[in-house]
């Protein structure tokens, strides 16, 4: 079973911040946070991972609370291609075989004009 | 770079037919990912492969399906005999096992239809 619980539909307007939550509240200290997403009709695609700091990159920022029980993704200025599932991850760091993702069912976010 | 490739994009059979899905992963990457995915179960890993060899198969429903990658290049995912049970989307996805963390990289899936 997924180890995360996500809001299953969220909505934003064009041009604002997104700012899309996860509740990983079993999270051990190994293991990382993943986002990926799922643009309508095509495969998911990897959007940014962290383990304990925030991170950033060219597509979102990752905000990870201290005590590593939840986290958000944002996407700063969201356009309407970023309307897709979310879905946010929680695995262990690669030991010897075990490269399994526990996928959930994502939040759909929905981009309006 | 390609990006993880499959075949076909779509098909479209009749129940007890045999059904061969392809996939050709990312060159240099040594971990390669078949998942399917419904409305209903969202995405379900099915099996995954490192250097060639099946690691985890847990995911694999019943005997009617079999996956093979006789070489780091191509993997193939058959069903024999399909049933209208399994019409959903097969995504294979393939990763590297360089560094400390692994990214996959999905292929645009190919979309099933079991008459």
């Known amino acids: 079973d997924a180890k995360t619980t996500q809001p299953p539909s969220m909505d934003c307007a064009e041009g604002r911040a997104a700012n899309l939550p996860c509740n990983h509240s079993?999270?051990?200290?190994?293991?990382?946070v993943y986002w990926y997403r799922q643009i309508h009709s095509q495969g998911p695609q990897y959007i940014i991972h962290g383990l304990k700091n925030n991170e950033t990159n060219e597509m979102a920022s990752l905000i990870i609370t201290e005590d590593r029980k939840s986290s958000t993704l944002i996407l700063p200025h969201a356009t309407l291609r970023d309307t897709a599932v979310y879905y946010c991850?929680?695995?262990?760091?690669?030991?010897?075989?075990?490269?399994?993702?526990?996928w959930g069912l994502g939040t759909s976010l929905a981009v309006n004009p | 770079d390609a990006g993880v490739i499959q075949s076909p994009r779509h098909e479209v059979t009749e129940m007890g037919q045999e059904v061969t899905l392809r996939c050709k992963p990312i060159s240099g990457h040594n971990s390669l990912f078949w998942y399917r995915q419904t409305m209903m179960r969202g995405l379900e890993l099915l099996i995954y492969?490192?250097?060639?060899?099946?690691?985890?198969d847990s995911g694999m429903p019943e005997d009617r399906f079999s996956a093979k990658m006789p070489n780091a290049s191509f993997s193939t995912l058959k069903i024999q005999p399909s049933e209208p049970r399994d019409s959903a989307v097969y995504f294979c996805?393939?990763?590297?096992?360089?560094?400390?963390?692994?990214?996959?990289?999905f292929g645009p899936g190919t979309r099933l239809t079991v008459l």
């Open positions: 996805a393939s990763s590297s096992r360089g560094g400390t963390t692994d990214t996959q990289y």
């Open positions: 079993t999270i051990s200290g190994n293991e990382y």
């Open positions: 492969f490192n250097n060639n060899v099946p690691i985890d």
């Open positions: 991850i929680v695995r262990p760091p690669r030991a010897g075989n075990n490269r399994k993702l526990i």
